[in-house]
């Protein structure tokens, strides 16, 4: 029996997976083939999606991106043992687009069964665990500590120094929240490993539960990821099986369990204390800090919140040691990064990278130029509240204090690129609109300020009293960065400000125009 | 014409009931033992009853010692409860800047401007809802959207008119 592998991972289903499969086991029954197809998560390189494997003695080899229509002619060809075709790429591992990333967080995502942790300890997972729970907390915490990382949910903030906080806290109850909210535009790494490698989130959990003193964990996701909630849900199911949550895990003593729950629609939910009171049951409004969620969290306990990335990097932190970890990177970023490449670009997907690579090698290297063939103008990364950079400034290598000092952020790591038919006047008309849309309405500059951004731009575009509307456009930004009480109002002047620093001729199209009627 | 497609909410929302006081009272006892249950009630209202009807308010309210407004102001809040049953489909159309740079806004504008919809509404026929999304994490196979759940990809007006066009066939047939 030849055993195969096609990702079920959202993307590779909208680009036609199961569709793939389908035919595929139509033909195989009508050769008299029996085929095992194993459904795993993607490798991340979503150009080549839906990517076939199959499983041979020189290893697996790949196959994509495989239309219905190439079905039959693989089977002709060959391709159950490794046979040459115009899709073939080979083991996908050697291919220049695998070989050249430095896979951690991602090393399983892709190649194994999401649902087995069999398949995952086969290929290294729970190490980690093991040696949590052969250890004392500080230990652990420690161990996180020394590997540098960094909340990789957009703040950056330590990851070690968090823990030990809540580790410190004296309460009769405390959670573990995994932040897997994901509502950057431009960014999939959280989905693509809660649907391809969920086991190593839920023992990331689990390692920190241990280092705390927490018994309940709460993954909180959003409704648009529907797949990630079912693969995450039969996880959890396996892990409770095996004995790797429950009341007493692995015989350690340490009781733990994890519950997903859904949100409903709203960005703001990303922000850690409003997602606190999400999960309360509350309208998800922002909190005031301090407190700290690491003192007073969820229902007012100790509570670590920690973006999914962030929490799936300790395995391997706890399994190779904190050096390996830390000697990757550059300055005060350290490990890697998994960068996501989306929008216009011929080959978009996750890289994950060690921290000190440019821009440049991300786009062009990885990227291969836009996906419309025409020319590159701009990229924004991270997310809806990051900077837009033009061709001149993608030498920025990929740090936080790179990219602060550049007026930008690294944010989740999102790079979406544009090519020339974009608008920048329209891009930061469209964060003022999005500021709208999602504030949470607890402080005005965010709230009103973000309505009048809308109507700043209006009139620029339209080229109604220029100088003056530049000078509040200008205040506007001014007022919403330093008096907002959250990022969402705080930051929302960033791609604004890069828009019209690296792109003024967007915004000053109107002046040229002949005298707008007033 | 019929489309062969099968969807997981299509058949969900074919049985989605009228409102009916007993299953709303069940689905209350079945969330009793969670922490912070409001959402999860709230989700599963919405997938029994395809909206969260405004009898259920109360209910809620008494069930969880809450006021009734606020428990409205929670349902208000996020955009995914629906005061009104949604059409037989729903279409989430991502909205947010690596769709756009796909050309989203052009897609937006021609399947609303087609089917005479602002976002959220329904097609006359009852066939479709098209609501905003703000990123599906399908960034990298922009535009995207997710029909009844399921997601689609490298969207052109074309390829999405052909899509719509088979659910109001659906309709007729
Ligand atoms: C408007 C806004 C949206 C956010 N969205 C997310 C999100 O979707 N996912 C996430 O992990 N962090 C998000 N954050 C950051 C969280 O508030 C918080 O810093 C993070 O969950 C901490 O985890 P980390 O230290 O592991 O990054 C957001 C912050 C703001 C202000
Ligand atoms: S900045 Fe906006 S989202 Fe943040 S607290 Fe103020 S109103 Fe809410
Ligand atoms: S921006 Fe549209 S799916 Fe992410």
């Not at chain 1, 709203?266 to 606190?276: D, H, K, N, R, W």
């Amino acid at each position: 029996m030849t055993r195969l592998y096609l990702p079920c991972d959202a993307a590779a289903v909208a680009l036609g997976a199961d569709q793939v499969m389908r035919v595929l086991e139509r033909e195989a029954a009508a050769r008299g083939l029996t085929l095992d197809v194993i459904r795993t998560g993607t490798r991340g390189a979503v150009w080549l999606e839906p990517l076939l494997e199959v499983e041979t003695p020189e290893g697996r080899i790949g196959y994509g991106p495989v239309t219905t229509a190439d079905v039959v002619g693989l089977l002709d060809t060959g391709m159950l043992t490794g046979g040459d075709h115009p899709k073939r790429i080979g083991r996908p591992e050697d291919h220049p687009w695998f070989a050249r990333q430095t896979r951690l967080t991602f090393a399983r995502c892709g190649i194994v069964d999401p649902a087995s942790v069999e398949d995952y300890r086969a290929h290294g997972g729970y190490a980690g665990l093991d040696r949590a729970l052969a250890a004392e907390g500080p230990v652990i915490i420690d161990e996180v500590k020394l590997s540098g990382l960094r909340g990789r949910g957009g703040a950056g903030f330590p990851t070690g120094i968090k823990w030990n906080t809540v580790a410190l806290a004296q309460a009769d109850r405390k959670y573990i929240v995994c932040n897997a909210d994901e509502g950057d535009s431009g960014t999939f790494a959280d989905r693509m490993l809660m649907e391809g490698d969920p086991l190593s989130l839920i023992e990331g959990m689990t390692i920190a539960a241990v280092a705390v003193g927490a018994t309940k964990g709460f993954i909180y996701t959003r409704s648009e990821y529907p797949h990630a909630i079912r693969a995450l849900n039969r996880a959890i199911a396996a892990a409770q099986r095996a004995g790797y949550l429950g009341a007493d895990i692995q015989g350690s003593g340490h009781a733990f369990d994890i519950e997903v729950r859904m949100g409903a629609g709203a960005y703001i939910c990303g922000e850690e204390t409003s997602l606190l009171d999400s999960l309360e049951g509350k309208r998800g409004m922002v909190r005031a800090k301090p407190p700290l969620p690491a003192i007073q969290g969820l229902f007012g306990k100790p509570t670590v919140v920690n973006n999914v990335l962030s929490l799936a990097s300790v395995p391997w932190i706890m399994a190779n040691g904190a050096a390996a970890y830390a000697a990757l990177g550059m300055g005060r970023s350290l490990g890697t990064l998994p960068v996501q490449l989306a929008g216009n670009v011929a080959r978009g997907g996750l890289i994950e990278l060690p921290f000190g690579v440019s821009l440049r090698e991300i786009v062009e290297d990885w990227g291969q130029g836009t996906r419309t063939g025409r020319p590159f103008r701009a990229v924004q990364v991270g997310g809806p509240l990051g900077a837009y950079f033009p061709d001149a400034m993608l030498d920025t290598p990929l740090d936080y204090e790179a990219f602060a000092k550049a007026g930008g952020l690294l944010g989740h790591g999102g790079v979406t690129v544009f090519d020339d038919s974009v608008d920048l006047a329209a891009q930061a008309r469209f964060a003022f609109e999005f500021c709208a849309h999602e504030s949470c309405g607890k402080c005005t500059p965010c709230r009103i300020g973000a309505v009048r951004g809308v109507e700043v731009m209006d009139r620029i575009t339209a080229g109604v009293d220029l100088d003056r509307n530049f000078a509040v456009l200008d205040d506007l930004c001014e007022l919403m960065t330093d008096a907002s009480l959250c990022a969402m109002g705080g930051l929302t002047p960033v791609p604004v400000r890069s828009a019209l620093t690296h792109f003024p001729e967007d915004f000053d199209r109107a002046r040229h125009l002949p005298a707008a009627a007033e | 014409m019929t489309i062969s497609r099968p969807s997981p909410l299509s058949e969900l929302l074919q049985g989605v009931a009228p409102w009916d006081e007993e299953t709303a009272r069940q689905i209350l006892a079945t969330h009793g033992g969670l922490e912070g249950p409001l959402l999860p009630i709230l989700h599963a209202l919405q997938e029994a009853f395809g909206h969260v009807p405004r009898a259920a308010v109360p209910l809620i309210a008494e069930h969880l010692n809450l006021s009734r407004a606020e428990v409205l102001g929670v349902v208000s809040f996020y955009q995914d409860f629906r005061e009104a049953p949604p059409g037989r489909h729903v279409l989430k159309l991502c909205r947010a800047e690596a769709c756009q740079s796909m050309g989203a806004v052009a897609l937006a504008a021609d399947v609303l401007g087609r089917l005479e919809l602002d976002w959220g509404g329904t097609t006359a026929d009852g066939a479709l809802t098209v609501e905003a999304a703000f990123c599906l994490g399908l960034c990298a196979c922009a535009p995207a959207a997710l029909l009844d759940g399921e997601p689609l990809a490298r969207l052109t007006p074309p390829l999405l008119a052909q899509v719509t066009d088979a659910l109001a066939a659906e309709a007729v047939a």
